[in-house]
Nanobody, 120 residues
Framework: QVQLVESGGALVQAGGSLRLACSAS????????MGWFRQAPGKDREFVAA????????HYATSVKGRFTISIDNAKNTLFLQMNSLKPEDTAVYYC?????????????WGQGTQVTVSS
């Protein structure tokens, strides 16, 4: 059983930065790698970014490309999301996920989420 715990969410002003972390225990190694998703109030959960286990391959949603950076520290079983130039529309609960189910948009294991609020 894999458990994921996110941290780093906070209230930040527009233009600011945050770094989210996702600590994994009982790490899964199947599939492509790990990913970040977010869900804003009243909206569906959406893909943010994904990274391969080696860290050599990454994918980003168009809305965050150039502002967010996903990275992975396999020695520490930790996934990161560096978020720069934050906008109010980035406000959401951010979730990490692991063990893909056929694509980088579908995962078996999910964390509980961490709240990111960007004020204007």
């Amino acid at each position: 059983q894999v458990q994921l715990v996110e941290s780093g969410g906070a209230l930040v002003q527009a233009g600011g930065s945050l770094r989210l972390a996702c600590s994994a225990s009982g790490r899964a190694s199947n599939g492509y790698g790990m990913g970040w998703f977010r869900q804003a109030p009243g909206k569906d959960r959406e893909f943010v970014a994904a990274i391969s286990w080696s860290g050599a391959s990454t994918h980003y949603a168009t809305s965050v490309k150039g502002r967010f950076t996903i990275s992975i520290d396999n020695a520490k079983n930790t996934l990161f999301l560096q978020m720069n130039s934050l906008k109010p529309e980035d406000t959401a609960v951010y979730y990490c996920a692991t063990e893909t189910l056929g694509s980088i948009y579908e995962y078996l294991y999910w964390g509980q989420g961490t709240q990111v609020t960007v004020s204007s």
